[in-house]
């Protein structure tokens, strides 16, 4: 087992008998259209929705479906056949298995009014008999009879929705002169890592012309108030263990002593190079090549480690904060993108006056998929 499965396995015995910190609670509905994050929700959402419409009836299904401008194209019902096979099969066929789904899965009959063959797919119309009535259903297939939907969306008409609208940028955190860009991450959690590497080039394009104000993800009595996660009897913890917990204060200290530009520069070594396996002694390279001294953060961890990360324990319960990432850009929570664009393209819009360095174009490529620990 990982260190992260490990952690997570703590994690979760835990909540069985503490109270864990309070889910973030800002979290906006809408930040940002058709990241990787937004698609996930609502394919999850619309794949629930499609079960509990069937068997309900399909009129609360379609329904529900409807209040959204632009549903994806799914969520797909299987209807595995081997007469079908791969092939095509008539617009009866077709209908047959989709009515002998249907009924299977509600208990009711459908009556089908029409099936024609459109874009590739075929599309039936029809009606089921619910307590509310006859509700009326449209229903998509692929020509093969094994895939069934209940609602597509035209990219094009989409598309020019959202260019229209400006709903692709929804994300609009107050103004101010110079931003304030608070983010909180655990140091060995991957979806930080993500973070930071997202934030990284902004602050390079950016400077000083933004607050930068990092911050670590801290549980209090966490994991039994085991040593190898916490300090201080139980006080002040981390999900992934004792070795991050020392690197994120570690990074608290060059931080305080060096500024925001030696942070990044020893950050992004550690990320770079560094795993929570040879962490105790692969951040001193880091260190070496941000030119931080070895020496002197030691000595921060030893005799201010335990006041840095209380300080972070209250910030956390300030924002309340339990995941990581968490960014906040003028005191607004930001879920969306975390390619390096996407983080500008949300800090941007918080200035009073756009410095020129907004109009550069970053990088729209984000490692992995989104999550938080």
Known sequence: MTEHEKAHTHHETHKEHEDKPKRRSRRKEV?????????????????????????????????RMQANQYPLVGPYCPINTAETGDGIVSPDK???QLGKFISLA???????????????????????????????????MTRNGEIAFMQMVNLTEAIDFFESSGAASTFAPPKQEKPLVQFFVMSFCPYGKQAEQGLSPVQDALG????????????????????DYCIENGEYCSMHGIRELREDIRQLCVLKHYGTEKFWDYVDAVNAQCTISNIETCWKEAAKK????????????????????????????????????????????????????DYKNAICPA????????????STSSSGSAGEC
């Open 351 to 362: 200035f009073t006056a756009q410095p020129s360095e907004c109009s550069q174009e970053l």
């Open 31 to 63: 930040e940002a259209a058709f990241t990787t994050e937004t698609w996930n929700r609502i394919i999850v959402l619309v794949g629930a929705i499609l079960i509990i419409g069937i068997l309900a009836g399909v009129g609360v299904l379609m329904d």
């Open 94 to 96: 077709a209908e047959e």
């Open 290 to 341: 941000a030119g931080v001294s070895e020496d002197s953060v030691t000595q921060c961890l030893d005799t201010e480690g335990t006041a840095l990360i209380k300080a972070e324990y209250e910030k956390n319960q300030e924002f309340g904060v339990s995941g990581s990432p968490a960014v906040f850009i003028n005191g607004e929570q930001y879920s969306g993108g975390r390619a390096p664009n």
């Open 208 to 227: 000083d012309k933004v607050m930068w104000e990092p911050h670590y993800v801290i549980y209090s009595h966490y994991a039994d108030e085991s040593e």
């Open 106 to 140: 509600s208990g009711a009959t459908p009556e089908f009014t029409e099936v024609k063959s459109e874009m590739g797919l075929y599309i039936v119309t029809g009606a089921l008999p619910s307590s509310e009535g006859e509700q009326s259903f449209e229903v998509y």
